[in-house]
């Protein structure tokens, strides 16, 4: 605090310093080289770290500003002096609390973007460095995306890089989180929502809906062998937990829903591998413990229970066309160690129960045969 630069000669501005000491050297000794340490930038608390192009970000300064971005030096995780190193700032001063990689390819040109999201703010950094070349290019700039459509759950922000077709014959890389308005997905050009399939959970109104006070708790991850993004939420006016897991299938585009029964709901997820490279992924259920996922017929020991469901149609795209059911046409592979069969209920024109007389249960154990046709 008491060190200033000054000029001397008509010199540049420098911090000068004089050496002095008590007592004569000695003729066998002489003084070589004088160096100094360089003073440790103060690193103040951050909310979260991304790496990205071989460089460690930490986003959202605790004790200064909430939208800005510290990049350490190339290569390095703990250099953050000099000019390699730097400050990126997102927009106004509300706070960012998210960030992925994305990697993009058009035609010949190969691009990897940092994707960082406020609430309802969304920005795309592109370059290679903080200064550029030479010339400048190449150096970091900070794009706004959009400015209503955001991130609400931290969690929720996962990066899916399974080829995910966004044109006929065209596939690329996603980002996907939850947003004011429901799950969407990122592919470093739109903002796309990819909800609207189960967009009942996130409406404003209704009993099964995401609930509000708690939605920013909401947490999801990505089954990178099956390419499938579950999505873990709070639904209905007394949920104190997250409660629904609804998966998304990145390639085939559709959604289900998973029950694992009562305290086996996931809070959690992440992948794992073995010493050979195999994925496997992992659950943290609501009960606390950790369990393999997508791993045989039963969960935690209890079996699991399959349901398909078409939905209402209209015959002619008119009201006024009457159906009633004739025949079940039902095709599948033949067990010939259970006596398991397949339950069918027909809710016929819009009947919250199913029509009586029931149809016959569907047996599928067929000795002698590799499948049934029903």
């Known amino acids: 605090a008491n060190e200033f630069p000054r000029t001397i000669g008509n010199s540049s501005e420098w911090y000068y310093y004089r050496i002095e000491r008590d007592a004569t050297f000695s003729a066998n000794v002489h003084l070589d080289t004088i160096t100094g340490i360089p003073v440790q930038t103060s690193i103040k608390p951050y909310r979260f770290p991304v790496m990205w192009q071989n460089r460690l970000f930490l986003l959202n300064d605790q004790a200064g500003n909430k939208n800005s971005a510290f990049g350490s030096s190339y290569g390095t995780n703990c250099v953050f002096n000099g000019t390699d190193a730097g400050t990126l700032t997102f927009g106004g001063s509300k706070e960012i609390n998210c960030g992925a990689t994305l990697f993009t390819r058009y035609g ?3 691009y990897e973007n940092l994707i960082v999201c406020k609430n309802n703010e969304t920005y795309l950094v592109d370059g290679t460095s903080f200064t550029g070349d030479a010339t400048g290019a190449g150096a970091f700039i900070v ?6 459509r955001g991130c609400i759950a931290p969690l929720t922000m996962k990066q899916c890089d399974t080829g995910y077709e966004v044109a006929p014959g065209v596939t690329k890389h996603i980002l996907t989180w939850l947003a004011s308005s429901g799950v969407v997905m990122f592919d470093s050009n739109s903002i796309i929502e990819i909800s609207n399939d189960i967009g009942d959970r996130f409406f404003s109104y209704g009993t099964n809906v995401l609930l509000a006070s708690m939605s920013n708790q909401s947490a999801s991850f990505y089954d990178n062998v099956r390419g499938e993004y579950h999505l873990l939420i709070p639904v209905g006016s007394s949920a104190t937990y ?4 609804w998966v998304y299938d990145v ?3 559709k959604w289900f829903l998973i029950k694992r029964g009562d305290s086996k709901q996931l809070w959690c997820g992440f992948n794992t591998e073995d010493s050979y490279g195999n994925s496997y992924v992992y659950g943290g259920t609501r009960d606390g413990y950790i369990e393999r996922l997508e791993n045989g017929t039963t969960f935690d020991g209890n079996g699991i229970a399959y349901k398909f469901r078409l939905p209402d149609s209209l015959l002619n795209n008119s009201w006024d066309s009457r159906k009633e059911i004739r025949q079940i046409r039902l095709v599948g592979l033949c067990k010939t160690t259970t006596s398991q069969t397949v339950a069918v209920s027909h809710y016929a024109d819009g009947s919250s129960t ?21």
Do not use: C, H, M
């Open 242 to 245: 997250l409660n629904e897991e």
């Open 251 to 253: 390639v085939r585009k």
């Open 108 to 110: 010949s040109n190969v």
């Open 143 to 148: 794009y706004q995306v959009s400015s209503t």
């Open 354 to 374: 199913a029509s009586v007389p029931s149809v016959v249960a569907i047996a599928n154990n067929k000795s002698g045969r590799r499948f049934y046709k029903f």
